[in-house]
């Protein structure tokens, strides 16, 4: 099978003269909400990360590395994680609530799995889970489309190869000297 190749542009006017075109936030928000808006919030925490995620992860004594995390997700989310992520009003603010829901992950997987997670896998699975949860029944469209400013998303080979090709010269931080900075 041919390895997918990213698009690219003349130059840096026509990639921004096309992405001034798509109104990807409006758009993008809409078809999510429409996607995924209906579901309770078990469904959305098994459709917010599917199987072939989990894929890479061993199985730890008879436990399954997406039921630890999906019991976890619900248990951590109806006991007060939403609520909290529903009041998150800055970028700030966000990015310490992202980093004690990633912890309890960390926490609760090492204690299960017995081993600790990698980070990148542990973002990886939290973020993806935080972005769906904008998208949930239960959260009012206007918090939602605050949200949507702060959420991190993960990128992936794909994506990195397309940066990668845009600048030879862009230095782009790896993932723990991201965390460190927000933990300064």
């Not at 992405?19 to 429409?34: A, C, G, N, P, S």
């Not at 204690?111 to 990886?124: A, D, N, T």
């Amino acid at each position: 099978m041919r390895a997918l190749q990213p698009k690219q542009w003349r130059n840096t006017d026509s990639l921004v003269k096309e992405l001034r075109l798509y109104h990807w936030k409006k758009q993008w928000f809409d078809q999510e909400r429409r996607r995924f808006g209906g579901l309770d919030l078990p469904a959305l925490i098994q459709e917010s990360i599917l199987g072939n995620t989990f894929r890479g992860l061993r199985v730890h004594q008879g436990k399954r590395p997406s039921r630890v995390f999906r019991t976890w997700a619900r248990r951590k989310l109806e006991g007060g994680a939403l609520d909290a992520l529903l009041r998150v009003r800055s970028r700030k603010d966000y990015d310490s609530w992202l980093l004690n829901f990633a912890d309890s992950l960390r926490r609760s997987w090492r204690r299960q799995m017995g081993e600790e997670p990698k980070y990148g896998c542990l973002m990886k699975l939290v973020n993806l889970l935080t972005k769906h949860m904008i998208f949930y029944k239960g959260t009012p469209p206007r918090i939602a489309r605050r949200l949507t400013e702060f959420v991190h998303v993960p990128l992936d080979q794909y994506s990195l190869l397309a940066v990668r090709k845009c600048s030879a010269d862009l230095r782009i931080a790896t993932a723990w000297e991201r965390f460190l900075s927000v933990r300064r």
